[in-house]
């Protein structure tokens, strides 16, 4: 993994979007890159660690390169305000994959301690470099606040959907689940994590009472009591996408239920 101010200048102009083909193939040229092959970005929410940046490919052949902060693509290594930047902002690097794909290159985040942080799709050259950080940037506001979390886009579409219209998420949010605050704090808490724990078993009523230390009658009266406040039923398959969508918002929000 590599930083330097040759190749935040190089990188910079790549990952912005729309960079011309003459400088695709400088860029190419200067970075010992192929213009063609299988790239993903990353977009992490705090500093890069140390141990990140590092001469070599790493153990599965993948190889680095750290550029500028997003939101400041002409931002380089070394000048100023690059550091302020970075600081405030979010790092970002281009991964040449190797054969084990972006799940490695995740994996190899998880294991350095990095994190919040978004992985892009594969895409198949440096020219989409700038729509891959687009991407990757998505994922990673797809990541709980507080979180560490290394995530890749195509394991939270829905969930990138919603935060990509934060108008519509708060419509939907207040849609399903406005009817809750007529609880207090307590109670509405205590219905979302029983819905939470189903779900998470799979429906399963009685996995989530031994997950929640309750009866599986009790778990069952919450989720009913839940459908009548919100109007909708968890064995409608539509109405079921409302309120998980919903909870996803929820999730991704800092607002108590």
């Known amino acids: ?9 190089l990188l910079g102009p790549l990952l912005a979007g ?7 193939t400088r860029a190419a040229r200067g970075l010992g890159l192929p213009e063609r092959g299988r ?3 990353v977009v992490l ?3 890069v660690p140390d141990a990140a940046v590092v001469e070599g490919p790493d153990a599965d052949g993948s190889r680095w390169w750290w ?9 380089v290594e070394g000048s100023p305000g690059a550091a302020e930047a970075r600081e405030g902002g979010r790092e970002v690097a281009v991964v040449l994959l190797g054969p084990a794909g972006p799940a490695r290159a995740a994996a190899r985040l998880r294991e350095l301690g990095a994190g919040p942080g978004g992985v892009s799709p594969v895409v198949g050259s440096l020219a989409q470099l700038g729509a891959a950080r687009r991407l990757a940037g998505t994922a990673l506001l797809t990541c709980e606040p507080g979180s560490r979390e290394i995530v890749r886009l195509d394991e939270r579409l829905p969930a990138a959907l919603l935060v990509s219209r934060p108008e519509l ?8 689940f ?13 219905l979302v994590e029983t819905l939470e724990a189903w779900l998470e078993c799979g429906g399963s009523v009685g996995r989530a009472a031994a997950r929640l230390g309750c009866h599986r009658n009790t778990v069952f ?4 009591r839940l459908e009548r406040l919100t109007a909708r039923s968890l064995s409608r398959p539509r109405e079921l996408v409302d309120l998980v969508l919903a909870l996803d918002v929820l999730r991704l929000s800092s607002a108590p239920p």
Do not use: D, F, H
């Open 39 to 41: 790239y993903a970005v």
């Open 221 to 224: 009266n919450r989720l009913r």
């Open 45 to 47: 929410g705090t500093p």
């Open 169 to 176: 998420s708060t419509r939907l949010l207040a849609e399903v």
């Open 18 to 24: 729309g960079a011309t083909p003459a400088l695709v």
């Open 1 to 9: 993994m590599r930083r330097g101010t040759r190749y935040g200048a």
């Open 67 to 75: 550029g500028a902060a997003e939101g400041s693509p002409g931002e």
């Open 178 to 190: 406005g009817p809750l605050v007529t609880l207090v704090p307590a109670e509405r808490s205590l």
